[in-house]
């Protein structure tokens, strides 16, 4: 097995060696991410409102970094135009943390909006290479962010409840199921390097 990885990739041989002794641990970081999205899967709202708070606490503390960065610097004609960068961000991220239900409210619609118009962009992307073998997977890609750009907008405002917690939620088992199969995976990689 060490031949055959190495001869595929030179130099794997000994990252396989190395991290295929740590598969409990990627077996373990998959079932609790898992886990944790089912969980949030099942607290959809609270996890949206939590995090509009984080980004709103983010905000704040890049507006405040940007508005220091600028003073601090000094540079020129930009001095002004930074400062108001870094007040705009600490607005926004006050904003977010006060208002947490209405921040979900338009940070859904922008999300509805974004899908919808990166699904339309792909699809003309998805024409333009029609001679591709692969032009069908990026068209059927297009098609379901359109789709899900519009559900998301014409259920707003109620999808502001659970659209950014099942995003996150779905986004933390995709990454738990993908941690399990590596570490599945190099749990017979370890198997067959200790033989």
């Known amino acids: 097995?060490?031949?055959?990885?190495?001869?595929?990739?030179?130099?794997?041989?000994?990252?396989?060696k190395q991290i295929s002794g740590k598969w409990g641990w990627l077996v373990a970081a998959g079932f609790v991410f898992t886990l944790l999205g089912m969980i949030g899967l099942g607290m959809a709202t609270a996890v949206s409102e939590l995090f509009t708070l984080y980004?709103?606490?983010l905000l704040i503390i890049g507006g405040v970094v940007e508005f220091?960065?600028?003073?601090?610097?000094?540079?020129?004609n930009g001095l002004i135009l930074e400062m108001l960068i870094g007040i705009l961000y600490i607005v926004a991220g006050a904003w977010a943390v006060s208002a947490?239900?209405?921040?979900?409210?338009?940070?859904t619609?922008?999300?509805?909006?974004?899908?919808l118009a990166s699904g339309i962009l792909r699809m003309i992307m998805a024409f333009q290479m029609r001679s591709h073998a692969s032009w069908g997977a990026v068209l059927f890609g297009a098609i379901l962010s359109v789709i899900l750009g519009l559900m998301i907008i014409n259920e707003w405002p109620e999808s502001s409840l659970w659209v950014i917690g099942t995003l996150i939620s779905v986004e933390m088992i995709i990454y738990g199921v993908s941690l399990l199969m590596v570490g599945f995976g190099m749990r017979g990689v370890h198997k067959t390097l200790a033989t």
């Open 109 to 115: 619609f922008l999300i509805g909006c974004a899908f």
């Open 55 to 57: 980004f709103g606490i």
């Open 1 to 16: 097995m060490e031949s055959t990885v190495q001869s595929a990739m030179p130099g794997a041989g000994s990252f396989a």
């Open 100 to 107: 947490p239900l209405q921040a979900m409210l338009t940070l």
């Open 68 to 76: 220091f960065h600028a003073f601090k610097s000094r540079l020129g």
